[in-house]
């Protein structure tokens, strides 16, 4: 923007230097041209005495040739012709008078003048023609000197040369001085709405514009930005902590009701006890989802510690803790890693996606193969997680990861359709990314973490050797 406002800028001031400068060449090459008329003029005025008795009684013809050789001889490229009844007496050229002296010897003669001569411009090759009478009341003649006009238009041109290094001069200075600051003065505010517009776009709640600096409409955009801003942050505030506040109040009351359900075991029968299985059954589903919905509203209001971690070690933590959970579904865990890759992230948000993503393959892979990988890409680390189950279709794979959703052919499968939507806000609230996407067969979920910035860390905080990176096999877990 700054270059397309110094583009509208930087024209209107040469055009304002140019309207300045071009009368100042005019009036300069109208003087230098008059000047030169003056002199020309003066010296035909020399020739007309000689001239005179040439013409009157036929004496002085030699010493009218030697003024006029004298003359040329010292301007070259100059002619004098002496001009009597309409046609030429002597010229110190031995050609004919050109067409413009002819004209104007005959207009002396006709007891006209010359015309002004035209301005002197660097471009225009023509000779300067001037003349004057011979003879106090009729005119007898005519003296017509047609000079050439070279060192005119080279004044001139350095002339118009200074102007246009001057004009330059001070286009560059006005450009440094004026036209940059008020540029810079202009936009720095647009600058800085659309920085803190795209890190609030980001995610960055505390992003806001700077409300100092700017013509006062923008400083008043930016205020407004502000307060939108605040009033986005209030209303995300307020709706999470709906969701905590009301997630936390139904935990108390529904383990109540849990307990006062199992204390009925036994004291129902037939039908009556198969009722309170169903209801103990959706009770635990409630209680559980009351724990992610818990979860997603921590996960979304707190930022957690960034550290360097180990991911390969982190990963193989979480295949060790979730071991049961794939031994009971029957899935066979292949770990495919190098042996050390630094990432910057939150560790607690890495475990609990690993952990989601587990889980999800038991629930929904169960006795499929599941593939994790930590692959090492350009500026950072990917963990992969792959099952060989059922996958999704290509419809579902656009929902998948949203809030409370869960694919039409798994809603008889335990789960709340949060996990994902946690695990997908724990990582970005760490810098992280979640993608997921469809395998042939199965699914593959993409995990992406920035690349460290130091020395490696464990999760109690403790410092870890580097290590060269190298690929290896990991048997399963299970």
Same mark, same amino acid.
């Given at each position: 923007?700054?270059?397309?406002?110094?583009?509208?800028?930087?024209?209107?001031?040469?055009?304002?230097?140019?309207?300045?400068?071009?009368?100042?060449?005019?009036?300069?090459?109208?003087?230098?041209?008059?000047?030169?008329?003056?002199?020309?003029?003066?010296?035909?005025?020399?020739?007309?005495?000689?001239?005179?008795?040439?013409?009157?009684?036929?004496?002085?013809?030699?010493?009218?040739?030697?003024?006029?050789?004298?003359?040329?001889?010292?301007?070259?490229?100059?002619?004098?012709?002496?001009?009597?009844?309409?046609?030429?007496?002597?010229?110190?050229?031995?050609?004919?008078?050109?067409?413009?002296?002819?004209?104007?010897?005959?207009?002396?003669?006709?007891?006209?003048?010359?015309?002004?001569?035209?301005?002197?411009?660097?471009?225009?090759?023509?000779?300067?023609?001037?003349?004057?009478?011979?003879?106090?009341?009729?005119?007898?003649?005519?003296?017509?000197?047609?000079?050439?006009?070279?060192?005119?238009?080279?004044?001139?041109?350095?002339?118009?040369?200074?102007?246009?290094?001057?004009?330059?001069?001070?286009?560059?200075?006005?450009?440094?001085?004026?036209?940059?600051?008020?540029?810079?003065?202009?936009?720095?505010?647009?600058?800085?709405?659309?920085? $803190? /517009? #795209?890190?609030?776009?980001?995610? %960055?709640?505390? !992003? @806001? &514009?700077?409300? +100092?600096?700017? =013509?006062?409409?923008?400083?008043?955009?930016?205020?407004?930005?502000?307060?939108?801003?605040?009033?986005?942050?209030?209303?995300?505030?307020?709706?999470?902590?709906?969701?905590?506040?009301?997630?936390?109040?139904?935990?108390?009351?529904?383990?109540?009701?849990?307990?006062?359900?199992?204390?009925?075991?036994?004291?129902?029968?037939?039908?009556?006890?198969?009722?309170?299985?169903?209801?103990?059954?959706?009770?635990?589903?409630?209680?559980?989802?009351?724990?992610?919905?818990?979860?997603?509203?921590?996960?979304?209001?707190?930022?957690?510690?960034?550290?360097?971690?180990?991911?390969?070690?982190?990963?193989?933590?979480?295949?060790?803790?979730?071991?049961?959970?794939?031994? $009971? /579904? #029957?899935?066979?865990?292949?770990? %495919?890693?190098? !042996? @050390? &890759?630094?990432? +910057?992230?939150? =560790?607690?948000?890495?475990?609990?996606?690993?952990?989601?993503?587990?889980?999800?393959?038991?629930?929904?892979?169960?006795?499929?193969?599941?593939?994790?990988?930590?692959?090492?890409?350009?500026?950072?680390?990917?963990?992969?997680?792959?099952?060989?189950?059922?996958?999704?279709?290509?419809?579902?794979?656009?929902?998948?990861?949203?809030?409370?959703?869960?694919?039409?052919?798994?809603?008889?499968?335990?789960?709340?359709?949060?996990?994902?939507?946690?695990?997908?806000?724990?990582?970005?609230?760490?810098?992280?990314?979640?993608?997921?996407?469809?395998?042939?067969?199965?699914?593959?979920?993409?995990?992406?973490?920035?690349?460290?910035?130091?020395?490696?860390?464990?999760?109690?905080? #403790?410092?870890?050797?580097?290590?060269?990176?190298?690929?290896?096999?990991?048997?399963?877990?299970?």
């Amino acid at each position: 923007m700054r270059r397309r406002l110094l583009l509208v800028l930087l024209p209107l001031l040469t055009a304002l230097l140019v309207a300045l400068e071009v009368p100042l060449a005019q009036t300069f090459a109208d003087a230098v041209t008059q000047d030169l008329a003056a002199d020309r003029i003066d010296e035909a005025a020399a020739f007309v005495a000689p001239a005179q008795r040439v013409l009157v009684d036929g004496t002085g013809r030699l010493t009218l040739a030697a003024d006029i050789e004298h003359y040329t001889d010292s301007l070259p490229g100059a002619t004098v012709t002496v001009f009597r009844n309409g046609r030429s007496e002597y010229s110190s050229h031995p050609r004919p008078a050109s067409r413009r002296a002819l004209l104007a010897g005959h207009a002396l003669l006709a007891e006209g003048d010359v015309s002004d001569p035209k301005t002197e411009w660097p471009w225009r090759k023509t000779t300067l023609v001037v003349g004057t009478k011979i003879g106090s009341g009729v005119p007898i003649g005519a003296v017509v000197v047609e000079a050439p006009t070279t060192s005119a238009r080279e004044q001139v041109a350095r002339r118009m040369a200074v102007l246009a290094a001057g004009g330059l001069a001070v286009l560059l200075l006005t450009s440094a001085l004026c036209a940059l600051p008020l540029a810079h003065w202009l936009l720095r505010p647009v600058y800085d709405l659309n920085a $803190a /517009a #795209g890190r609030l776009a980001a995610g %960055d709640l505390a !992003a @806001r &514009a700077t409300e +100092r600096g700017g =013509p006062p409409e923008l400083r008043g955009l930016a205020r407004a930005f502000n307060q939108m801003a605040d009033y986005l942050v209030a209303t995300l505030e307020r709706q999470r902590a709906f969701v905590a506040d009301a997630s936390h109040e139904l935990r108390n009351p529904l383990a109540t009701l849990r307990l006062r359900m199992e204390a009925l075991d036994g004291k129902v029968h037939d039908s009556g006890a198969r009722d309170l299985r169903l209801a103990l059954g959706e009770s635990d589903r409630l209680a559980h989802t009351v724990k992610r919905l818990l979860e997603l509203a921590r996960a979304e209001a707190t930022a957690a510690e960034q550290l360097d971690v180990d991911v390969v070690a982190l990963t193989e933590r979480r295949l060790e803790a979730s071991r049961p959970a794939l031994d $009971a /579904a #029957g899935s066979v865990v292949r770990l %495919d890693a190098p !042996a @050390r &890759a630094g990432a +910057r992230c939150a =560790p607690e948000a890495v475990e609990y996606a690993l952990d989601v993503l587990l889980e999800n393959a038991c629930t929904f892979a169960p006795g499929a193969r599941v593939d994790v990988a930590v692959e090492m890409v350009d500026g950072g680390v990917e963990i992969v997680v792959r099952d060989h189950g059922p996958g999704l279709l290509d419809d579902e794979l656009a929902h998948a990861g949203e809030r409370f959703w869960r694919s039409p052919r798994h809603r008889a499968l335990t789960g709340t359709g949060l996990g994902l939507a946690t695990a997908r806000a724990l990582l970005e609230g760490s810098g992280g990314s979640m993608t997921i996407g469809a395998a042939d067969p199965g699914l593959e979920i993409r995990v992406r973490l920035a690349a460290s910035t130091g020395v490696l860390r464990d999760t109690s905080g #403790g410092p870890q050797d580097e290590a060269p990176a190298g690929t290896s096999e990991s048997p399963s877990p299970g």
